[in-house]
């Protein structure tokens, strides 16, 4: 930089006033000594006119490039929308479930959702004693009840717990004692529905 002068283009004026004050305190007189040895010129920047973009522009077009139609051959409609045409398999219904057991109490809670995305919802307190994994069945439970009382056919249930979800799909063997008898219990619900399918997400 000592052997150029260097044109400093800025649209702020504080570096305007550094650069051309005579007399200046503190921090800014020192940077003006410093700087002073460099031949340095302060320039305004200009505006960029609107035209000079336009004119960049178009000289980087393609040839793939395909102008726009303005021409509307179909004046006559007012709108195009699509139509959903029922199809020959009902459209699933979706189940969620949850159950807790801690030194504050146990309950459980399960969602039906059904196609149109109409949410129901349905929860409950358990008034004995039981383990995370019965309030978890006991929430499936719960949760496949109230799908058969809807006239559910086609279910497709999601539940973060491992254990429950690979037990009734049977990837699992049951072996506490205590959950024996819930698992039988959803296995003879499971035959209420023509199909389901039981998801696990982490």
């Known amino acids: 930089m000592l052997y150029h002068t260097t044109w400093l ?48 522009l178009a000289t980087q077009t393609t040839e793939e490039y395909e102008p726009l139609r303005f021409d509307f051959p179909d004046e006559d409609l007012m709108c195009i929308t699509e139509k959903e045409f029922e199809s020959s398999k009902e459209k699933p219904w979706k189940m969620s479930f949850d159950g807790a057991s801690n030194a504050l109490g146990h309950g459980i809670g399960a969602i039906l959702v059904s196609p149109d995305g109409n949410h129901y919802l349905f929860t409950a307190r358990l008034n004995f004693f039981c383990t995370n994994n019965i309030a978890e069945y006991e929430a499936c439970i719960m949760g496949l009840c109230a799908a058969i009382e809807r006239n559910v056919k086609t279910l497709e249930v999601y539940r973060d717990s491992a254990l429950v979800i690979y037990q009734i799909r049977g990837d699992w063997e049951v ?13 003879e619900l499971i035959k209420e529905f023509e199909e389901i399918t039981f998801n696990y997400f982490p």
């Not at 305007?16 to 920047?45: C, F, H, N």
């Not at 072996?175 to 296995?187: G, H």
Request: glycine fraction near 4%; aromatic fraction near 10%; proline fraction near 3%.
């Open 9 to 56: 283009i800025s649209k702020l004026d504080p570096i305007k006033y550094m650069m051309e004050s005579p007399a200046l305190s503190g921090r800014m007189a020192r940077w003006q000594i410093l700087l002073s040895k460099y031949d340095i010129t302060y320039v305004s920047q200009k505006s960029i006119k609107g035209s000079a973009i336009a004119d960049f």
């Open 175 to 187: 072996r506490d004692s205590k959950l024996v008898k819930y698992s039988d219990l959803v296995a």
